[in-house]
C-alpha cells in the first residue's frame, strides 16, 4: 500500500516561488505514474504535472507550462513540484497521486490514480 505525503504549501506573494514535495513509502516497485492535481474551491480536481518513475518522463499542464516543473529524488523516494511565477489562480490544494502504470495519454485522468495524500495548501495573494 503505498502512501504519499505532501508539504511545502504556503502564502505567497504573486511572482513568488514555493517548492512542494511528496515523500512516498510503500512502493511494490519502481514504476509509478506520479501526479499533481490541484483544486480550488468550487472548481474540479485539474491535473498540473506527472511524471513516470520507469523512464523519467516528465509532462505538464499547458496551463502552467513554463512556470512549474516537477522532479523526482529517487534515492529518497520524494516527488518535487517546484512553482515559479506564482499568480493568485494557482491559489489550491494541491495533492499527490500515484498509481503503478505508466503515464502516457492518460497523465491528467484522476480518476485513474488509486493513491492520494491529504495535500497541501497554496495560497497566492
Not at 503503478?100 to 495519454?105: D, I, K
Request: charge should be neutral; charged fraction near 15%.
Amino acid at each position: 500500500h503505498v502512501q504519499l505525503v505532501e508539504s511545502g504549501g504556503g502564502s505567497v506573494q504573486t511572482g513568488g516561488s514555493l517548492r512542494l514535495s511528496c515523500a512516498a513509502s510503500g512502493a511494490t516497485n519502481s514504476r509509478y505514474c506520479m501526479g499533481w492535481f490541484r483544486q480550488a474551491p468550487g472548481k474540479e480536481r485539474e491535473a498540473v504535472a506527472a511524471h513516470y518513475t520507469g523512464t523519467a518522463t516528465t509532462y505538464v499542464a499547458d496551463s502552467v507550462k513554463g512556470r512549474f516543473a516537477i522532479s523526482e529524488d529517487n534515492a529518497k523516494n520524494v516527488l518535487y513540484l517546484q512553482m515559479n511565477n506564482l499568480q493568485p489562480e494557482d491559489t489550491a490544494m494541491y495533492y499527490c497521486a500515484a498509481r503503478a502504470a505508466s503515464c502516457a495519454l492518460t497523465w491528467a485522468r484522476d480518476d485513474l490514480y488509486n493513491y492520494w495524500g491529504r495535500g497541501t495548501q497554496v495560497t497566492v495573494s
